[in-house]
């Protein structure tokens, strides 16, 4: 007799983190997936594939809809995974609500990010903080996954180029001296861990760090220069002149709450927590209260930033926010 799949709702499919997850899940015999994107969205290619498996495409906008449509659109879902980019909390606490009124077994919001505290670090993190905290004065059933920095736009690009066609955004910047750790992971097993994770007793209404390696980013550099053969340029910002740069942009932001000066201010805080504070580590995602995936889920086969850069720099890897254009 064939075991019943578990329903899975993913909202924003289409973003690097929505792929990823609707692939891994359709790797698997477990779950029955259906993708929610925006009605300007479903003609996206990224979709194409996911449509010829036979994953239902749903056009829903969850900022414009009323709860009502939310709702219905959602009825005998388990799980609603939220892929959507929080500029502020408002979608998602919808979101959450929603899912309430569903019924779902277990509610994912959209947090994989690297790690940090509650508060005064990062502005993203505090938002999603007021997300969790809506989630469980709902008594919703959840889990919280955050990831390490992705593969995909920590590796600095040689001179010849050869990472020119991986993102737009800038990874030739070494703040400090380079000699601060962070825990990072490829995108592609973002996905892969939470299928894991949202099937998984142990992390219903807990908090999950997921990720592969830690690396120095001075060791980042080394590694590429290494394979390629090629020294690589490296833009040294002091901590002085980030935590001055995090002022500048916290106060621009102040000012005009649009979305170019929050993603202006939230790239500087991250590269705050990741390379100067040390927050976004093992030790400390315990510290915080959470479950790491490294003892959750000993024999995870992963992809190793060594493997993966060698195919980065053979041309072959999969590029990430091709589409966007960051004006740091």
Known sequence: MTAQKIKVAVTGATGE???SIVKALLESEEFAIT??????STEKPQLQGFKEKGVPII??????APLEEIVKAFQGQEIIISGVMPHTSDIEKKLANAAKQVGVKRFIPSFFAP??????????REIK??????????HLPYTVIDAGGWYQVSLPNPPSGKLDYMTKIPSNVQYGDGHYSTSVVDLGDIGKYVALIIKDPRTLNKYVFAYNEVWTHDAMFKLVE??????????SVPEEALEAGIQEA??????DPSYKNFVLLIVQQYANQNWVRGDNLPETGTYLGYLLSKDLYPDFKFVGLRDFAKEALDGKAQPVYTTKTFDF
């Open 250 to 255: 916290s106060k621009a932001y102040k000012q």
């Open 17 to 19: 983190t929505g792929v």
């Open 115 to 124: 790690l940090a505290p509650p508060t005064g670090v990062n502005i993203l």
């Open 35 to 40: 993708a929610y994107v925006r009605p300007s």
């Open 129 to 138: 903080e007021e997300v969790i905290n809506h989630v469980k004065k709902l």
């Open 59 to 64: 056009p829903l906008d969850l900022e414009a």
């Open 226 to 235: 290494e394979l390629s053969g090629e020294t690589v340029e490296r833009q």
